[in-house]
């Protein structure tokens, strides 16, 4: 049955292909949900559907709004339930929610991530909680957490918050192995499976906006 899924991008709701994938299937998540994004749209710093239906408002963002949005309680323990026993999540998450993490996400460790631009004068942060299925922490990996990006204003301009190849490629080697099936329920401009094919990985991804899905594609043509 999950052959059907594998190596795909999807259009559409991450909470409806979640449902339809079967319990135990994938090794790993990789999950990077709105959180925090503009609260007036602008398209530079909005994605393609518009401006942050919570309004910044934590609670909202996890437990949903009847007849706008089911939330991210949801996603994340159907995310929790195709995993593998043993399996991975990475879930990316805004600092200023830290003092909800205990309650929503049970186990984890913080993995974080000092991301440096190349030309830039200052570098900055960004963190992933990481667990087990079972939500058992993850440890980080004895190893440097300096992320070096470099500006790619084409991209940029086709998505407002690209993530770091690098960045991916750090998440997805240390928490899976050669062979395992990874997925992105949060495809966004498609960077967490370029790094799951660069790997070696089969990928399933998905995302909200048939525009940023193309983009996903593209890039994913050009990794050999």
């Known amino acids: ?8 991008v999807f259009y559409g709701d991450a909470l409806h292909l979640l449902r339809g994938l079967p319990s135990h299937a994938v090794d790993g998540v990789f999950a990077d949900p709105m959180y925090g994004v503009a609260k007036n749209p602008k398209p530079r710093t909005t994605y393609d559907w518009g401006a942050d239906p919570f309004l910044g408002n934590p609670e909202k963002w996890w437990k949903g709004i009847p007849g706008v949005h089911s939330g991210h309680r949801r996603i994340y323990h159907e995310c929790l339930r195709v995993l593998k026993p043993g399996g991975k999540l990475a879930w990316a998450m805004g600092v200023k929610f830290r003092d909800y993490f205990p309650d929503w996400f049970g186990g ?3 993995w974080s991530f000092c991301r440096y631009e190349k ?9 992933w909680i990481v667990q087990t299925a079972d939500q058992h922490p993850v440890a980080f990996p004895d190893k440097d957490s300096l992320i070096v990006t470099r500006n790619d204003s084409e991209l940029r301009r086709l998505h407002p918050c690209p993530k770091a190849v690098a960045e991916m490629e750090f ?8 062979n395992d099936v990874i997925m992105d329920c949060f495809a966004g401009s498609g960077t967490t499976l370029v790094a799951a094919k660069r790997l070696r990985r089969n990928w399933i991804g998905c995302d909200l906006s048939r525009a940023y899905c193309r983009v996903t594609l593209s890039r994913l043509s050009q990794v050999k």
Do not use: D
């Open 108 to 110: 984890y460790r913080i």
């Open 1 to 8: 049955m999950l052959n059907q899924y594998l190596n795909k």
């Open 171 to 178: 998440l997805v080697e240390n928490l899976s192995e050669p």
């Open 119 to 127: 030309k830039s004068l200052n570098a900055f942060g960004h963190i």
